[in-house]
């Protein structure tokens, strides 16, 4: 019995043994690939299962390489592009920095605003949402249609300011800086009566006319031209005691009176801020001050739209800016 079963179990092992080798002979040392070819031999290829694994694996480790390198590409496009949109919109941003100075250069020179392209509609045409999540080509065309537009928004106001406002804002320059436009007198002084109907100072009843603007101060304080010009009177006038009466451009004069000293002649050129006499109480006057006018064309008008720069006071046809 025990010898049968002995016998048995070899058997079993055998048989077990030859089965194993059987399925390792199933599978081939090699794979022949026959590749056929319209009158001709086929091509023939043979290679070993191990092959495959490899090759599976070099495809995998190239596949996942190329994935990488791809997206290390599309980040860096990415930030380029973020970098070109935030200069271009660094371009747009000084455009319309200078679209607001050229508007306050158009308002002084009086010219008048022409049709053209602005920076919200170059940033409303071509912004797209800022978001970089579109694909790069977009991107770039974003960009490329900003730095365009941009670029040709420049182009007009650069003519507008060579061919109209240049011109136009010279001439209101030059106007500006020949008609006055300052205090005659330090900012320690002090206005005391405008110009206008006003009750007569020395207590006479009625009213009278006041054609300019007095200042009070301490006495013999500097009194100051308040344009450039030609000195056409200085001396001792009636009632406005010593004066001195100044001739501008463009048909603009101005008369200090009542001086205690007068520190000009007659023919001397003046720039504006000279100091051309003293603050005094001569002629006809209630005590020390200044009596200032601005005459145009020899007629007396409002001091006071004259008293700060780059004012434009009146609609002088003579004005560039009207």
């Not at 040392?29 to 299962?49: C, H, I």
């Not at 009636?238 to 000293?261: D, K, M, P, V």
């Amino acid at each position: 019995m025990i010898r049968e079963h002995a016998v048995c179990c070899s058997l079993c092992l055998r048989s077990s043994r030859q089965g194993i080798l059987s399925m390792k002979r199933r599978i081939p040392e090699y794979y022949t690939l026959w590749l056929g070819r319209t009158g001709q031999d086929p091509w023939v290829f043979q290679f070993k299962p191990i092959w495959l694994t490899r090759v599976a694996i070099a495809i995998a480790m190239i596949g996942s390489t190329a994935i990488g390198v791809v997206a290390y590409q599309r980040a860096s496009l990415q930030a380029r592009q973020a970098e070109l949109n935030r200069q271009a919109e660094n371009v747009i941003e000084q455009i319309k920095a200078l679209e607001r100075d050229l508007e306050d250069l158009r308002r002084r020179s009086g010219t008048s605003e022409e049709e053209t392209v602005s920076s919200d509609e170059v940033s409303n045409e071509s912004g797209r949402g800022g978001a970089i999540a579109a694909s790069i080509p977009a991107l770039e065309a974003d960009t490329r249609d900003k730095l365009r537009n941009a670029q040709q928004l420049a182009f007009y106001l650069k003519r507008q300011l060579s061919t109209d406002v240049r011109p136009a804002l010279e001439a209101t320059l030059a106007y500006e800086a020949a008609i006055p436009n300052r205090k005659p007198m330090g900012d320690s002084s002090e206005m005391t009566s405008t110009f206008g109907k006003r009750s007569n100072p020395f207590g006479f009843g009625g009213r009278e006319f006041h054609n300019g603007l007095d200042f009070v101060d301490e006495y013999g304080a500097p009194i100051i031209a308040t344009a450039p010009g030609t000195v056409v009177e200085a001396g001792y006038n009636g009632g406005y005691g010593n004066q001195i009466a100044i001739q501008h451009e463009y048909g603009y004069q101005t008369l200090y009176a009542h001086l205690s000293e007068i520190r000009v002649e007659v023919g001397d050129s003046i720039k504006r801020g000279d100091v051309i006499g003293a603050l005094g109480n001569t002629g006809r006057s209630t005590g020390p001050h200044l009596h200032y006018e601005v005459r145009l064309d020899g007629q007396p008008i409002n001091p006071q739209n004259f008293l700060e720069p780059n004012s434009t006071p009146i609609a002088d046809s003579r004005n560039p800016s009207n």
